[in-house]
């Protein structure tokens, strides 16, 4: 079963088109990544699907909620963190917790369970009461992680999460979403990594607003003859726009030699 369909979905602002025209399902329980450029339509994709934005065109349905008309039913169900981290750092860990926990109308039992299970899970003991804004930011992203999932949802949506965090951070990050893959969640994930877009189920490229291929890893790497998935969607972007990507790599190593 797919956790999310989409069809001819589009978005429009006026005469821009942040998003044209994509199709593509989410099956339940994957880990899913959605990559592109900044700027290609990733985030506005999300906010589509997580109610935020109503699409200009086409559908789209999560968990079998029409995100047109059962926007609050979708909220319920999903988690969502997005690039930039959005808690509130003078809360510590745990009064961030609670609120979320409180916007979601958790119970005092329901909340401390799935508090004692995050703080587990992204290994937040001993910070319990440590001010937010003193963290580092890869303990940031993971209470905004925590956070996300305090009301248990079904689908965890992330919009880059891991932008500007060190690579030891988030190599421990993805470990955490593997884990909650495995416990059944679907993850949404938006990137521009291509190392841990390796590390998704499926992946889906987006440029320019349009969908241009979807396939595991492996299935790209190996219908384009690549090395790894940024020698892919370099190939895809040089056929999207009919020039070469290494051309400006040419010219800086030009520029280097001149300076030398």
Sequence with gaps: MNAIEIKGLTKKFGDFTAVENITFNVPK???????GPNGSGKSTTIRMLCGVLPPTEGTAYVLGHDVRKERGKIKSKIGYMSQKFSLYEDLTVDENLNFYAGIYGLSKKERDERKKYIISMAGLEGRE????????????QR??????????????????????????????????????????????????????????????????????????????????????????????????????????????????????
Excluded: Q
């Design 29 to 35: 329980g994957k880990i899913y990544g959605f990559l």
């Design 129 to 140: 009461k440590n001010i937010t804004g003193n963290l580092s930011g890869g303990w940031k």
């Design 143 to 260: 209470l905004a992680l925590g956070c996300a999932l305090i009301h248990n949802p079904e689908i965890l949506v992330l919009d880059e999460p891991t932008a500007g965090v060190d690579p030891v951070s988030r190599r421990i990050f993805w470990e955490m979403i593997y884990t909650l893959a495995s416990e059944g969640i679907t993850v949404l994930v938006t990137t521009h990594y291509m190392d841990e877009a390796e590390s998704c189920d499926i992946v889906a490229f987006i440029f320019n607003s349009k969908l241009i291929t979807i396939g595991t890893p492996k299935e790209l790497i190996e219908r384009e003859g690549a090395n790894n998935l940024e020698d892919v969607f370099i190939k895809y972007v040089e056929k999207t726009t009919n020039e070469k990507v290494e051309n400006s790599f040419d010219i800086l190593r030009k520029m280097i030699r001149k300076e030398e």
